[in-house]
């Protein structure tokens, strides 16, 4: 592939609700443009876009793809993101690094959940886009239907540029609204009489739109003076990039119709990296905010935006050069990590074809191989002139299950699996819960987790199941008590003795565990007081209750007795456990439960719901705010009622909805609850 200034690139992220075609509209776009000699399908697992196991298995994208088409003198970088919400992470990615968006629709299905969140993302970053209208060919297929479902969804700035003829079996072309011409399998044609006023409704919305991104233009208009095709066709690209004017085409993937017409559009409206607004990089050693704009002369700055594990080349680095060149076989410096990664060969991606190129101008996208120390988010520069590049905001995850392995022994192979795959996706959390002993990973949803443990079992050779996870309870006391611990053994020549008095009483929240000493005049000698804390600390670890650590205690050791000859460290170990043990008992044991604190987002109709929802998870609503047309609720909530909730939010809301949590502290679990809890852990116990 040739070299292109950057005045000549695109870089374009497909967009859309799963299912919608975004893949198969890659695959019809590389094919048009000649870049490969195949069509491939998503179906029988011959496409360049989706060539991950998972994805060839599940027949649904995971990844954010990458591949490059020339197409009229032009190189189009397509960036194909996955569509269900659990990969959430690889669309924000691929919007990241992206100039502009193709937002795909379904003809059949329309304005879908899916549709509505990649809008607000390509708003986040203020992004130009073109909306494609797919799957005209597909039975209940109706365009103006869904022109008027984007309209009243997302504004008027939506304007359709195509007209499609016929719908599903018998949809065969559409109208080019700008040229006033007919496409029919590929032909040039005559408009049909029966679209001709539609044609001419939508030159005019176009025609006006255009007008009204530039003041003589508008002046003209008013006036009632005709705008030449050129003037129109300059406002039309003006208006597109300044997000003034968002293009409707039409077509099918599948039937190969309108993907040569997107590919111009994509030349001729949406914008090169030269036309964006300059990125803003920070020097670290200044702490100074700097321009960016995409020149090849400007100070390096490149910023990776996905991790990939290649099974031939190992660690695969995939970045945009903002600033700059890269060149194979050099050296950069990692400002994120500050220290220096040696640059071997440069690649272009085509799904998980690497092509070698000797440079990476400002602008284009690539990869390399085998760096040591550099991850997602990291930026790439030049040590002489450190820069930090903003990277994605990855959203965190929110549903945690508990993994084991199904063979005894595999556990390090686990958290090696997983550590590696952490690289790939900064969507995972892996943890290990100290209080349950548990291995925790976390993701977006249950199909994200699905993939992962997958992956797992396929890379690394690990069986391994998921479970939900233990809830890290606590125990406490209420009250204060006075009690005895005396260990007493003789068998024969040196004996056992430890004999002890303790104080047990509660602290606040937080308190943790306070050991007192108020021994006077020896009644248990120096040496053997570690030994009693010894005691106490490794019976609150082990629980008295059901088993959880105790916690916010206070043990004063005011008397007790030895003897001269059997006592030692060991008996009174013994002795001060035997005393907590039973002192805990006596003293009004409670079970603690974590609390969290949740934030939710939803559309205002599915506020009661929420609120419901909430309530039955033993929830405390603390307030909700109006913001933007949807509420924000805040409660506190028992985490053991929180594992499962992004299913269950997903499920209430139809997707729409988004939530947040962290722990804030811990609550007495309720006493009917408490008894089952504990009734169960001694079951376990006795197992």
């Given at each position: 592939?040739?070299?292109?200034?950057?005045?000549?690139?695109?870089?374009?992220?497909?967009?859309?609700?799963?299912?919608?075609?975004?893949?198969?509209?890659?695959?019809?776009?590389?094919?048009?443009?000649?870049?490969?000699?195949?069509?491939?399908?998503?179906?029988?697992?011959?496409?360049?876009?989706?060539?991950?196991?998972?994805?060839?298995?599940?027949?649904?994208?995971?990844?954010?793809?990458?591949?490059?088409?020339?197409?009229?003198?032009?190189?189009?970088?397509?960036?194909?993101?996955?569509?269900?919400?659990?990969?959430?992470?690889?669309?924000?990615?691929?919007?990241?690094?992206?100039?502009?968006?193709?937002?795909?629709?379904?003809?059949?299905?329309?304005?879908?959940?899916?549709?509505?969140?990649?809008?607000?993302?390509?708003?986040?970053?203020?992004?130009?886009?073109?909306?494609?209208?797919?799957?005209?060919?597909?039975?209940?297929?109706?365009?103006?239907?869904?022109?008027?479902?984007?309209?009243?969804?997302?504004?008027?700035?939506?304007?359709?540029?195509?007209?499609?003829?016929?719908?599903?079996?018998?949809?065969?072309?559409?109208?080019?609204?700008?040229?006033?011409?007919?496409?029919?399998?590929?032909?040039?044609?005559?408009?049909?009489?029966?679209?001709?006023?539609?044609?001419?409704?939508?030159?005019?919305?176009?025609?006006?739109?255009?007008?009204?991104?530039?003041?003589?233009?508008?002046?003209?208009?008013?006036?009632?003076?005709?705008?030449?095709?050129?003037?129109?066709?300059?406002?039309?690209?003006?208006?597109?990039?300044?997000?003034?004017?968002?293009?409707?085409?039409?077509?099918?993937?599948?039937?190969?119709?309108?993907?040569?017409?997107?590919?111009?559009?994509?030349?001729?409206?949406?914008?090169?990296?030269?036309?964006?607004?300059?990125?803003?990089?920070?020097?670290?050693?200044?702490?100074?905010?700097?321009?960016?704009?995409?020149?090849?002369?400007?100070?390096?700055?490149?910023?990776?935006?996905?991790?990939?594990?290649?099974?031939?080349?190992?660690?695969?680095?995939l970045f945009r050069v903002y600033s700059g060149k890269v060149s194979s076989d050099s050296s950069l410096w990692n400002a994120s990590r500050n220290q220096e990664e040696r640059i071997g060969q440069l690649f272009l991606i085509k799904g998980k074809t690497q092509i070698p190129v000797p440079v990476?101008?400002?602008?284009?996208?690539?990869?390399?191989?085998?760096?040591?120390?550099?991850?997602?988010?990291?930026?790439?520069?030049?040590?002489?002139?450190?820069?930090?590049?903003?990277?994605?905001?990855?959203?965190?995850?929110?549903?945690?299950?508990?993994?084991?392995?199904?063979?005894?022994?595999?556990?390090?192979?686990?958290?090696?699996?997983?550590?590696?795959?952490?690289?790939?996706?900064?969507?995972?959390?892996?943890?290990?819960?100290?209080?349950?002993?548990?291995?925790?990973?976390?993701?977006?949803?249950?199909?994200?987790?699905?993939?992962?443990?997958?992956?797992?079992?396929?890379?690394?050779?690990?069986?391994?199941?998921?479970?939900?996870?233990?809830?890290?309870?606590?125990?406490?006391?209420?009250?204060?008590?006075?009690?005895?611990?005396?260990?007493?053994?003789?068998?024969?020549?040196?004996?056992?003795?430890?004999?002890?008095?303790?104080?047990?009483?509660?602290?606040?929240?937080?308190?943790?565990?306070?050991?007192?000493?108020?021994?006077?005049?020896?009644?248990?000698?120096?040496?053997?007081?570690?030994?009693?804390?010894?005691?106490?600390?490794?019976?609150?670890?082990?629980?008295?209750?059901?088993?959880?650590?105790?916690?916010?205690?206070?043990?004063?050791?005011?008397?007790?007795?030895?003897?001269?000859?059997?006592?030692?460290?060991?008996?009174?170990?013994?002795?001060?456990?035997?005393?907590?043990?039973?002192?805990?008992?006596?003293?009004?044991?409670?079970?603690?439960?974590?609390?969290?604190?949740?934030?939710?987002?939803?559309?205002?109709?599915?506020?009661?719901?929420?609120?419901?929802?909430?309530?039955?998870?033993?929830?405390?609503?603390?307030?909700?705010?109006?913001?933007?047309?949807?509420?924000?609720?805040?409660?506190?909530?028992?985490?053991?009622?929180?594992?499962?909730?992004?299913?269950?939010?997903?499920?209430?809301?139809?997707?729409?909805?988004?939530?947040?949590?962290?722990?804030?502290?811990?609550?007495?679990?309720?006493?009917?609850?408490?008894?089952?809890?504990?009734?169960?852990?001694?079951?376990?116990?006795?197992?």
């Open positions: 592939m040739k070299s292109y200034t950057v005045d000549k690139i695109r870089n374009i992220v497909l967009v859309g609700h799963g299912g919608c075609g975004k893949t198969m509209l890659a695959e019809a776009m590389l094919y048009d443009a000649k870049a490969v000699d195949r069509f491939g399908q998503v179906d029988d697992g011959t496409s360049v876009m989706d060539h991950d196991p998972e994805e060839v298995k599940r027949k649904i994208s995971i990844n954010t793809s990458l591949a490059p088409v020339e197409f009229a003198n032009h190189k189009i970088n397509l960036l194909d993101t996955p569509g269900f919400f659990d990969f959430v992470g690889e669309v924000k990615a691929g919007v990241r690094v992206a100039d502009a968006g193709i937002v795909v629709v379904c003809a059949a299905s329309g304005v879908e959940v899916g549709t509505e969140k990649v809008w607000s993302y390509l708003e986040e970053r203020d992004l130009p886009r073109i909306v494609f209208v797919n799957k005209m060919d597909r039975e209940n297929a109706n365009f103006h239907q869904v022109y008027q479902a984007l309209k009243d969804k997302f504004g008027s700035r939506l304007i359709p540029i195509e007209i499609p003829i016929g719908a599903a079996e018998s949809f065969k072309g559409y109208v080019d609204v700008i040229t006033g011409k007919a496409y029919i399998n590929g032909k040039e044609e005559e408009v049909p009489a029966d679209l001709k006023d539609q044609v001419e409704e939508y030159y005019h919305l176009l025609l006006e739109a255009a007008a009204e991104t530039d003041d003589d233009l508008l002046t003209k208009y008013l006036e009632g003076e005709e705008l030449t095709k050129e003037e129109v066709l300059n406002g039309f690209r003006k208006g597109t990039m300044a997000r003034q004017i968002i293009p409707v085409m039409c077509g099918s993937a599948l039937k190969n119709i309108g993907i040569e017409d997107l590919l111009k559009k994509i030349v001729e409206v949406l914008p090169s990296p030269a036309d964006t607004v300059p990125e803003i990089a920070v020097n670290p050693q200044a702490n100074e905010e700097k321009e960016l704009k995409a020149d090849t002369n400007g100070p390096v700055a490149a910023l990776v935006f996905k991790t990939m594990a290649d099974p031939f080349v190992g660690k695969l680095t990476l101008e400002a602008g284009d996208l690539g990869a390399v191989a085998k760096l040591q120390v550099t991850s997602t988010n990291d930026t790439l520069c030049v040590k002489g002139t450190p820069l930090l590049l903003t990277g994605t905001e990855f959203p965190k995850p929110k549903l945690t299950m508990a993994v084991a392995a199904k063979t005894k022994g595999d556990e390090d192979k686990i958290s090696s699996g997983l550590n590696r795959l952490l690289d790939e996706d900064p969507t995972i959390k892996v943890e290990k819960d100290t209080t349950t002993k548990e291995q925790l990973l976390s993701g977006i949803g249950d199909l994200h987790l699905e993939v992962i443990i997958s992956k797992l079992q396929k890379k690394f050779g690990v069986q391994v199941e998921l479970k939900d996870p233990k809830v890290p309870y606590k125990e406490t006391i209420k009250g204060t008590v006075k009690v005895e611990g005396k260990h007493k053994k003789q068998s024969g020549g040196r004996g056992q003795y430890g004999h002890v008095w303790l104080e047990l009483e509660p602290l606040p929240q937080g308190g943790g565990f306070e050991f007192v000493d108020k021994i006077f005049g020896g009644a248990v000698p120096r040496q053997f007081i570690p030994a009693v804390e010894k005691g106490i600390r490794e019976t609150m670890e082990e629980g008295v209750l059901a088993g959880y650590p105790v916690v916010d205690v206070r043990a004063t050791l005011y008397d007790g007795s030895y003897h001269s000859v059997d006592s030692s460290e060991m008996a009174f170990k013994i002795a001060a456990s035997m005393a907590f043990k039973k002192g805990f008992m006596d003293a009004k044991p409670i079970l603690l439960e974590p609390i969290v604190n949740v934030t939710v987002t939803v559309p205002e109709e599915y506020m009661g719901d929420i609120i419901g929802d909430l309530n039955k998870k033993r929830g405390r609503i603390l307030g909700m705010d109006p913001n933007h047309g949807f509420q924000v609720i805040r409660a506190q909530v028992p985490l053991s009622e929180m594992f499962k909730y992004a299913i269950d939010l997903r499920s209430i809301t139809q997707g729409r909805g988004e939530f947040e949590m962290e722990f804030d502290h811990y609550e007495e679990v309720p006493a009917n609850l408490a008894e089952t809890i504990i009734a169960a852990a001694k079951a376990n116990q006795s197992e």
